[in-house]
């Protein structure tokens, strides 16, 4: 069961999972990466390039999924070190370091918060997010073309694509097919037609939008969505409970998670915040 709220941190979002079906699930790549909790320990997912499929007995997870672009200052590693990797934050950070906030994160009330709360606090210590950072992803998930975003930016292409893969983990041809994988596949779940789908979010044509959809998701687009729908049946209170009882609410004008009730089943469905975001995991 798979909860998520806009977190305190400006551009995240703070997730959980409890358990649930076979802890099999296929995370779709989304130019984020995430600071996970798993079993009492601490881990990072990088930047995937393609569908990470998830694996394992059902149990609870925990994260908090950061803006493309915003991680690595964070994490202070790199973006294409991690790309489709995921590493314990051992092997990132000084043990001693890591222990301190392994237990920090075991010993809060939720490891979703405990989770927040380390993120805040690397934030704050931190440098400001690079502001050019943030208007290439605006620029990309508009549809710009990269060499306009990069003449907009005042960047030749070569140190776009430097900065780029530092801090989303690829290039920015490769963002751009990501974030516009994101912005079809909410069309396509909001009933639009394929075709119409292709059209709107930048495909030359609907053949164009199915062999990039399978490329990147390893899916059909059509099995992609039926998928989708399995999984929002299974969303239910406890798991939206994890992560927001007892958990400050975001600061105003920041989004919080939409719920609504599913007829009949006493369930909740999620309406994700768009980061853009990725398909809910059961399990990283």
Same mark, same amino acid.
């Given at each position: ?10 551009? #995240? ?16 790549? $989304?130019?984020?990466? $995430?600071?996970?909790?798993? $079993?009492?320990?601490? =881990? ?17 997870? #925990? ?26 934050? #051992? ?15 075991? /010993? ?9 709360? =380390? ?84 495909? /030359? ?13 390893? =899916? ?65």
């Amino acid at each position: 069961m798979y909860g998520e709220r806009a977190s305190r941190l400006p551009g #995240a979002v703070v997730w959980a999972v409890t358990p649930s079906g076979s802890g099999q699930d296929r995370v779709l790549p $989304d130019g984020c990466m $995430d600071l996970l909790w798993h $079993d009492g320990r601490l =881990l990072v997912a990088g930047p995937d390039t393609r569908a990470h499929l998830t694996g394992g007995p059902p149990s609870t997870w #925990a994260g908090v999924r950061f803006r493309p672009g915003t991680a690595p200052a964070l994490l202070g590693v790199p973006a294409h070190e991690l790309r489709d990797r995921r590493v314990d934050l #051992a092997d990132l950070w000084p043990a001693a370091e890591v222990r301190r906030a392994t237990a920090r994160v075991n /010993a809060a009330d939720h490891p979703a918060r405990g989770l927040e709360d =380390l993120a805040l606090r690397r934030a704050a210590d931190a440098a400001p997010p690079d502001p050019v950072l943030d208007r290439v992803v605006t620029a990309l998930d508009a549809g710009r073309p990269v060499a306009a975003t990069a003449d907009e930016l005042g960047l030749s292409a070569r140190q776009l694509h430097r900065r780029s893969l530092a801090a989303f983990g690829y290039g920015p041809k490769t963002l751009a097919r990501v974030l516009r994988l994101c912005r079809a596949l909410a069309l396509a779940r909001s009933g639009a037609p394929f075709a119409e789908t292709a059209a709107r979010t930048g495909y /030359a044509d609907q053949a164009h939008l199915s062999r990039e959809v399978r490329e990147l998701t390893g =899916l059909a687009l059509r099995e992609l969505l039926a998928a989708r729908g399995q999984r929002r049946e299974q969303v239910d209170p406890v798991a939206v409970r994890v992560v927001h009882d007892g958990v400050p609410l975001p600061p105003d004008g920041v989004p919080g998670l939409e719920l609504a009730v599913a007829p009949g089943a006493g369930q909740l469905l999620v309406q994700r915040v768009h980061l853009p975001g990725r398909v809910a995991p059961q399990g990283e």
